[in-house]
C-alpha cells in the first residue's frame, strides 16, 4: 500500500520494487543503489500503527528484529548480511508498521492503513530531501549537475 | 529420569515457511516423526475458479517469491495443452532459459545462505556472511546473475510479467542476450568453484530409501517439459499423473501428502506394462537427488565434468550430499543458458495464438524443488472451472518424515540440543519450501 501511493511520485533515478516475497531479494533490488527505503510490516507489542524508524546505514537494527523468520532471511538478516559483505547502499532507512491482524482477509485495520499513508509521506519527503542533498554532493564533488 | 520427556527447540529457521516436528521415541525406537505444517491453507486453487485461463500463469506465480517461474511455466504448459497449442522453437528455449535463471538464483540462496551455515558450524547466513564473507560473497554474485537472467527474460525478478500463454509478450533481442554471456561464464565459474569447495565439507552418513521421481526427456537434463519417470521404470505423461500418485490429508498438517498410487491387482501371469513398474503405494522423492539419480548423463558437459571431478556419481542418495548436486546444477544451468543464448534467433512473432476452449490439461516442469504440477480445467470461454496444484515440498514430506526417523534411531545418543540440530539439517537438506506446500517452526521430541 506504501508503495502503490509512492509510485510514479520521486524524482528521476529513483524506482520503486513492490511485493519482495522473498527478502533475499533485497540484495538484488538494492544492487547499485545509493539510497533505499525499505517498508515492512512488523508484529510486536506495540500498538498496531505504531512506525518504527531505523537508519541501518548508521547502526546495526536491534538485536531482536535479527533470527526467526517464516521466510528464508528476514529482512534484517538480509540488511545484515549485506552490511558484513560490504554491500550494503550508502543510506538504508527501515520503516516497520505495527500490524493488528495477519490473518487473509480483504482491506487493511483503519490504525494500519493511517499509519501507511504517513509513512508514504514521509518517505516522499524524505527521498526528495536526500536525493536534493546527493544531488548537490555530487555537483560540489565533480563541478557537474549529478 | 521422568518417564516422559518433550524437548522444544528454538522455531526452525532458514526454512521459507512454518511449522513443527513431533517425534515420539520408546525403547529406543522412533514410534512416530511428524512433520506438522499448521500454516493456514492458501486457497490458490480455489481462488483460480471463475477467472480466465490467461489469468492462471501470473495468479499462481504468487504462491512462491522463490520460486515463481515454476508455477508459471506448469500453469502456461497445462494451459497451453488445453488451447491445443504448441510452443516450441525460440519461444520454448526462452523458457528454458528463463528457468535456468530461476534454477541459479533459487540454489545460490539455498547453498550459500540456508545449508552452507550447517555444514560451517554457523547458526545463520547471517554469522556466516561475518565469519566467512569470501565464501558467501560469490553466492551473492551468483544469484544476482540469476536474477539479472530473469529480470531480462522475464521483465522483472520476482513475479516475471513477460511469460503469457502462446509465449511472451515480447522477445528479447540478440544483443540483450549477448550482454549476458560473460556474467554467465562468471556463474558457470562459480559455481564450479563452490562444488570443488562442498565436495571436501564432512557430510554425516545418511541414505533416502524412497523412489526418485523427476522429469525425464531424451537429450536434456529436464526442466521445462518432459514426462514423468521414476527410479523404478515409470514413465508417463503429464496427463496420467493423477492415475500414479494421490494426495492425502493427514490430521498433523495443512499440506497434502504424496504417495505413488496404489496399483489395481493383476490378473496372474498378466504382463506388467511398464508405466505400472513403480513402487506403488509408497513415499517417493524429488528434487535434485532425483533428477541427478534419473538424468545425469544428459548434464550439460561443464556439469558433467564437475559431478566427475568431485566424485559425483548417480544414484547419489545421501541427502546432506544435496548441496553437491545443486552447485552441478548451478553450473548445468549457466552452461545451458549460454547454449541456448549462443543458439539464439530472434523469433519472428513473441506469441503463437491460443484460443479458449472447454477441456482439461496437465502441466509439469522441474521447480528448483523438484517437480511441480498443475492441472486445469477450463470451460470454452476459458473461464477456469478447476485447479489442482501439487508442490516439491508436499511430494516430499512422506521421505522426509522417513529420513527423520532413520536419523533419529541413528543418534539417539546424542545430547537433546545436537539431536534437535541434527534434525534441522535433516530437514534443510531437502529444502523445503511450506509456503508452497501451505511454516515450520518448534521440534519436540518424546522420550515416553
Known amino acids: 500500500m506504501v508503495v502503490r501511493r509512492l509510485q510514479g511520485r520521486f524524482p528521476l533515478a529513483t524506482s520503486t520494487v513492490e511485493g519482495l516475497d522473498e527478502p533475499a531479494g533485497l540484495f538484488a533490488a538494492w544492487d547499485g543503489a545509493h539510497g533505499v527505503w525499505i517498508i515492512d510490516a512488523a508484529r510486536c507489542a506495540a500498538a498496531p500503527g505504531t512506525v518504527f524508524r531505523f537508519r541501518a546505514d548508521e547502526r546495526p537494527l536491534p538485536a531482536q528484529l535479527i533470527g526467526p523468520s517464516t521466510h528464508t532471511l528476514s529482512v534484517a538478516d538480509a540488511v545484515e548480511i549485506g552490511r558484513a559483505l560490504g554491500g550494503l547502499p550508502r543510506f538504508v532507512v527501515v520503516h516497520a508498521i505495527v500490524g493488528r491482524d495477519f490473518s487473509r482477509g480483504e482491506g487493511l485495520d483503519p490504525d494500519v492503513a493511517a499509519a501507511a499513508r504517513g509513512v508514504a509521506a514521509t518517505v516522499r519527503a524524505e527521498v526528495a530531501r536526500w536525493a536534493a542533498r546527493y544531488a548537490a554532493a555530487c555537483t560540489t564533488a565533480t563541478g557537474h549537475d549529478a | ?448
Open chain 2, 1 to 448: 529420569m521422568p518417564s516422559s520427556r518433550r524437548i522444544t527447540v528454538p522455531p526452525l529457521t532458514r526454512v521459507e515457511g512454518e511449522g513443527r516436528l513431533l517425534i515420539r521415541v520408546s525403547d529406543g525406537r522412533v514410534d512416530e516423526t511428524r512433520l506438522n505444517i499448521f500454516e493456514p491453507p492458501r486457497f490458490f486453487e480455489a481462488l483460480l475458479r471463475g477467472r480466465a485461463y490467461t489469468e492462471a500463469a501470473d495468479i499462481t506465480s504468487r504462491i512462491c517469491g522463490i520460486c515463481p517461474v515454476a508455477y508459471q511455466l506448469s500453469a502456461l504448459a497445462a494451459i497451453e495443452q488445453i488451447c491445443g497449442v504448441g510452443v516450441d522453437g525460440q519461444l520454448a528455449a526462452l523458457r528454458r532459459l528463463l528457468y535456468c535463471g530461476e534454477w541459479i538464483e533459487s540454489h545460490a540462496l539455498h547453498v550459500f545462505l540456508l545449508h552452507l551455515p550447517d555444514f560451517l558450524g554457523c547458526d545463520s547466513g547471517l554469522e556466516l556472511a561475518r565469519e566467512h564473507p569470501a565464501v558467501v560473497r560469490p553466492g551473492l554474485e551468483l544469484k544476482k546473475i540469476g536474477n539479472t537472467l530473469m529480470t531480462l527474460i522475464g521483465g522483472r525478478a520476482v513475479h516475471p510479467v513477460n511469460a503469457r500463454v502462446g509465449g511472451w509478450y515480447r522477445a528479447p533481442t540478440r544483443g540483450e542476450l549477448d550482454r549476458l554471456v560473460g556474467p554467465l561464464e562468471r556463474a558457470r565459474d562459480i559455481a564450479r568453484d563452490t562444488a570443488r569447495f562442498v565436495a571436501g565439507l564432512d557430510f554425516p552418513d545418511d541414505e533416502v530409501g524412497a523412489v526418485f521421481v523427476a522429469l525425464r526427456q531424451s537429450g536434456q537434463y529436464a526442466i521445462e517439459r518432459g514426462r514423468i519417470a521414476s527410479s523404478e521404470g515409470l514413465d508417463i505423461a503429464a496427463a496420467d499423473y493423477d492415475s500414479h500418485f494421490v494426495e492425502e490429508q493427514v490430521p498433523w498438517s495443512t499440506a497434502l501428502h504424496s504417495t505413488l498410487a496404489p496399483l489395481p491387482p493383476l490378473p496372474p501371469h498378466a504382463p506388467l506394462a511398464p508405466h505400472a513398474m513403480s513402487a506403488a503405494g509408497g513415499s517417493y522423492l524429488v528434487g535434485p537427488l532425483a533428477r541427478f539419480a534419473l538424468n545425469a548423463r544428459w548434464l550439460a558437459p561443464a556439469a558433467r565434468e564437475t559431478a566427475a571431478e568431485v566424485g559425483l556419481r548417480p544414484p547419489e542418495r545421501n541427502p546432506f550430499r544435496s548441496i553437491i548436486v545443486r552447485c552441478v546444477e548451478m553450473v548445468h544451468a549457466a552452461d545451458e543458458a549460454l547454449r541456448i543464448i549462443g543458439d539464439y534467433t530472434e523469433p519472428a512473432f513473441p506469441a503463437v495464438p491460443a484460443r479458449p476452449r472447454a477441456g482439461i490439461g496437465h502441466g509439469v516442469t522441474e521447480a528448483p524443488r523438484g517437480l511441480l504440477y498443475h492441472r486445469y480445467s477450463t470451460d470454452r470461454d476459458g473461464t477456469i472451472l478447476d485447479a489442482k496444484i501439487v508442490a516439491p515440498t508436499s511430494q516430499n514430506q512422506r521421505p522426509l518424515e522417513e529420513d527423520l526417523r532413520d536419523v533419529v534411531e541413528r543418534s539417539l545418543d546424542l545430547p537433546e540440543a545436537d539431536l534437535a540440530r541434527r534434525c534441522e539439517r535433516v530437514i534443510r537438506n531437502h529444502d523445503p519450501c511450506i509456503s508452497c506446500a501451505t511454516h515450520f517452526l518448534t521440534l519436540d521430541i518424546d522420550r515416553g
